[in-house]
């Protein structure tokens, strides 16, 4: 019992040593330079400037293709069986009113026709009066929907909230 307290005491010392040289080597392991103070070197790669850059251009475009729609109005020309004649009025729309975009499509058995984005409610009513006079008084409904918006060629897309 002895000769292993002897051991166990010997082995502490030996632990106390190591232990007490590894402080006194990293307490002198930082020493200051005094020739250069308060100064930061950073190196850094080029290509991180070429990435950073790259990064914002693909943030820009997501904003912008984020900002093509908005809530607005479209107005529902026509809902009929008659291809013929929705193409026709399709066709009068596009040759009148060449800023404003009309959308067609099928739905069994009719062939809707909507026509516009219009940002406001009486933008959309200007349209819907000029529209039904060109042919002859047809009722034709203003929709609340979800429209396709051009954003301008200096966009800012710090103007986004």
């Not at 850094?44 to 914002?56: G, H, N, P, V, Y």
């Not at 291809?83 to 399709?90: I, S, T, W």
């Not at 009148?96 to 409610?121: A, C, D, H, V």
């Amino acid at each position: 019992m002895v000769l292993f307290l002897t051991n166990a005491i010997r082995h502490m010392k030996q632990n106390l040593f190591f232990l007490f040289i590894t402080i006194s080597f990293a307490a002198t392991a930082q020493q200051q330079d005094t020739t250069v103070q308060n100064k930061v070197v950073v190196h850094t790669d080029f290509r991180l400037q070429i990435l950073a850059k790259r990064e914002a251009e693909i943030n820009t475009a997501i904003l912008k293709a984020q900002a093509r729609t908005a809530n607005g109005f479209r107005l529902m020309i026509l809902n009929t069986n008659d291809r013929d004649y929705a193409l026709r009025v399709r066709t009068e729309l596009l040759q009148k009113f060449p800023e404003q975009k009309p959308y067609m499509w099928f739905s069994n058995p009719y062939i809707k026709l909507k026509f516009g984005n219009f940002k406001t409610r009486e933008e959309a009513e200007g349209y819907r009066t000029q529209i039904s006079r060109m042919l002859g008084g047809i009722s034709i409904y203003l929709l609340s929907e979800i429209i396709e918006v051009k954003p301008d060629k200096d966009f800012n897309p710090d103007s986004i909230q």
